[in-house]
């Protein structure tokens, strides 16, 4: 299937009579991170409103907060008094201290987004939230406050089905935000710049659709932008605020923040933005053409820039499903980790050597991306390094883990997991006993649909397998099963969805 030619045709509703297993396993792959067998049947028997529905619901995704942060946020209040009051030797001793329970806090933030992230029930929202958070970019390496990174995650996913100016609004607020472009430190004597900068280039219009004078003049109005250090909290300094009048974008007022996020969403460019953003990071790393972006913008405008709309709208679109966009895209390293463990039924490993630090060496270390445009991912995905990464993690994920090379810390962590049930760290018996039995042949071809997408290229590794399977002797079949899905999983065709 091809998409039509005229733009405001490529929008419209995926007709019934192409929904199948085929479209239901693309709209899985993309929206999720896995798609799995059963998952398949039911999005195919449900249908795609109700999948989409289901997918995108109108309430947001509730992130339960990681227990140690509660501590954490109060040590850091502490922590900052005494450092204010200290100088010399004990205030860099503080300043460590600090720093080390920072990244502790850290730490538990991955660990806790990926558990709850690796939900199926989650997954769509959860990527949802990873696509916005890469668009409304923080980073750890300039807030070094856990605290903030996950609240500025709670702003983002409260909002992520709601219009998008809200957002905007409440990003604006974000004390993770107002930390790392320095909103925290402006105010009408010295306007800092950075957020109204970003504000118009990076999270709601794009280059060239702002002049330095609307810049300069929007950076007035978000003046007094504080971070309350009792609470951790937004709070507004009305005394830093420029009351002034300010012009943007031709028109003048004494604007506020709000109102210039209002004025900038006015702007033609703000329509075509975010959709242009969306079908980066879910369809095509090659730009779709203008006058489709300009179509779906339109609408979207019309729509009161509303984000469940735009969500189910794209997702559900004649060109989300054209051939040229299947099976074409490189899975983040994000995608490619939680999607092993949901194709292998496993549940995040709680130890970050396990499970954050292979993120972070296949090239997207969470909560720190690598600059304020946020991941480029695609190509840039892949390299030598991160391939050697990707095919280490599927090993580690087929064999037993070592307990014995645990430290104390590490040991504790995995006993206290193991008492909420939460043990399936590695392949077991019963993945095998459900997903793969019998002859090479239909061994073969029930873990391959198990785990690569339908086609050409699967039906040929149905064959290599098939004939792997069958040269082994009855003694070494566990084994060479074993041998054949850890091959499988280090394909090309599954670094792509």
Same mark, same amino acid.
């Given at each position: 299937?091809?998409?039509?030619?005229?733009?405001?045709?490529?929008?419209?509703?995926?007709?019934?009579?192409?929904?199948?297993?085929?479209?239901?396993?693309?709209?899985?792959?993309?929206?999720?991170?896995?798609?799995?067998?059963?998952?398949?049947?039911?999005?195919?028997?449900?249908?795609?409103?109700?999948?989409?529905?289901?997918?995108?619901?109108?309430?947001?995704?509730?992130?339960?907060?990681?227990?140690?942060? @509660?501590?954490?946020?109060?040590?850091?209040?502490?922590?900052?008094?005494?450092?204010?009051? +200290?100088?010399?030797?004990?205030?860099?001793?503080?300043?460590?201290?600090?720093?080390?329970?920072?990244?502790?806090?850290?730490?538990?933030?991955?660990?806790?987004?990926?558990?709850?992230?690796?939900?199926?029930?989650?997954?769509?929202?959860?990527?949802?939230?990873?696509?916005?958070?890469?668009?409304?970019?923080?980073?750890?390496?300039?807030?070094?406050?856990?605290?903030?990174?996950?609240?500025?995650?709670?702003?983002?996913?409260?909002?992520?089905?709601?219009?998008?100016?809200?957002?905007?609004?409440?990003?604006?607020?974000?004390? +993770?935000?107002?930390?790392?472009?320095?909103?925290?430190?402006?105010?009408?004597?010295?306007?800092?710049?950075?957020?109204?900068?970003?504000?118009?280039?990076?999270?709601?219009?794009?280059?060239?659709?702002?002049?330095?004078?609307?810049?300069?003049?929007?950076?007035?109005?978000?003046?007094?932008?504080?971070?309350?250090?009792?609470?951790?909290?937004?709070?507004?300094?009305?005394?830093?605020?420029?009351?002034?009048?300010?012009?943007?974008?031709?028109?003048?007022?004494?604007?506020?923040?709000?109102?210039?996020?209002?004025?900038?969403?006015?702007?033609?460019?703000?329509?075509?933005?975010?959709?242009?953003?969306?079908?980066?990071?879910?369809?095509?790393?090659?730009?779709?053409?203008?006058?489709?972006?300009?179509?779906?913008?339109?609408?979207?405008?019309?729509?009161?820039? @509303?984000?469940?709309?735009?969500?189910?709208?794209?997702?559900?679109?004649?060109?989300?499903?054209?051939?040229?966009?299947?099976?074409?895209?490189?899975?983040?390293?994000?995608?490619?980790?939680?999607?092993?463990?949901?194709?292998?039924?496993?549940?995040?490993?709680?130890?970050?050597?396990?499970?954050?630090?292979?993120?972070?060496?296949?090239?997207?270390?969470?909560?720190?991306?690598?600059?304020?445009?946020?991941?480029?991912?695609?190509?840039?995905?892949?390299?030598?390094?991160?391939?050697?990464?990707?095919?280490?993690?599927?090993?580690?994920?087929?064999?037993?883990?070592?307990?014995?090379?645990?430290?104390?810390?590490?040991?504790?962590?995995?006993?206290? +997991?193991?008492?909420?049930?939460? @043990?399936?760290?590695?392949?077991?018996?019963?993945?095998?006993?459900?997903?793969?039995?019998?002859?090479?042949?239909?061994?073969?071809?029930?873990?391959?649909?198990?785990?690569?997408?339908?086609?050409?290229?699967?039906?040929?590794?149905?064959?290599?397998?098939?004939?792997?399977?069958?040269?082994?002797?009855?003694?070494?079949? @566990?084994?060479?099963?074993?041998?054949?899905?850890?091959?499988?999983?280090?394909?090309?065709?599954?670094?792509?969805?």
């Amino acid at each position: 299937m091809t998409h039509p030619e005229k733009p405001p045709e490529v929008w419209r509703r995926l007709p019934s009579a192409e929904w199948n297993d085929q479209t239901a396993a693309h709209l899985l792959r993309r929206t999720t991170w896995s798609a799995r067998p059963a998952d398949v049947r039911r999005a195919r028997e449900e249908g795609l409103e109700r999948t989409l529905d289901r997918l995108f619901p109108s309430a947001p995704l509730e992130w339960p907060r990681p227990p140690g942060l @509660d501590g954490f946020e109060e040590e850091w209040r502490e922590l900052q008094g005494k450092i204010r009051e +200290a100088s010399g030797v004990e205030k860099r001793y503080l300043q460590r201290e600090q720093r080390e329970r920072s990244q502790a806090a850290l730490q538990e933030l991955r660990i806790a987004w990926l558990q709850g992230a690796a939900k199926p029930e989650n997954a769509a929202l959860a990527k949802w939230g990873l696509f916005l958070g890469d668009v409304y970019v923080v980073s750890a390496d300039k807030v070094r406050n856990a605290s903030f990174l996950w609240k500025h995650q709670e702003i983002v996913a409260a909002h992520a089905l709601g219009p998008a100016p809200a957002l905007t609004k409440a990003v604006s607020r974000s004390p +993770a935000m107002a930390t790392y472009l320095d909103l925290a430190r402006s105010g009408k004597k010295a306007p800092n710049e950075n957020f109204a900068r970003e504000l118009f280039e990076l999270f709601v219009l794009g280059e060239g659709s702002y002049t330095e004078r609307d810049i300069k003049e929007a950076a007035r109005a978000f003046t007094g932008y504080r971070v309350d250090p009792r609470t951790g909290g937004f709070r507004f300094a009305a005394g830093q605020h420029d009351r002034g009048r300010k012009t943007i974008f031709g028109k003048t007022g004494a604007f506020t923040g709000d109102e210039v996020i209002d004025l900038a969403y006015e702007e033609p460019a703000a329509a075509e933005f975010l959709p242009r953003e969306l079908a980066r990071f879910y369809l095509s790393e090659t730009p779709l053409p203008p006058e489709h972006v300009a179509a779906l913008g339109g609408w979207w405008r019309g729509a009161g820039f @509303d984000l469940r709309k735009l969500a189910r709208t794209f997702f559900g679109s004649r060109l989300f499903f054209a051939e040229e966009y299947r099976g074409n895209l490189i899975k983040s390293p994000v995608q490619f980790y939680l999607g092993l463990l949901q194709d292998l039924d496993l549940e995040v490993t709680p130890l970050p050597r396990y499970s954050t630090s292979r993120l972070r060496q296949m090239g997207q270390e969470l909560f720190r991306p690598p600059n304020v445009r946020g991941w480029v991912g695609g190509r840039a995905w892949i390299n030598s390094s991160t391939l050697a990464v990707r095919r280490q993690l599927v090993q580690q994920l087929f064999a037993p883990l070592r307990e014995e090379n645990l430290n104390a810390d590490e040991q504790r962590i995995l006993a206290e +997991a193991r008492a909420r049930g939460v @043990d399936r760290f590695t392949v077991s018996d019963r993945w095998w006993d459900e997903h793969v039995g019998g002859a090479p042949e239909k061994a073969a071809r029930q873990l391959v649909d198990a785990l690569l997408p339908a086609g050409g290229a699967a039906e040929r590794v149905i064959r290599t397998v098939r004939d792997f399977l069958a040269e082994g002797s009855s003694g070494r079949r @566990d084994e060479r099963r074993r041998m054949a899905a850890i091959a499988i999983l280090q394909t090309p065709e599954y670094q792509l969805c």
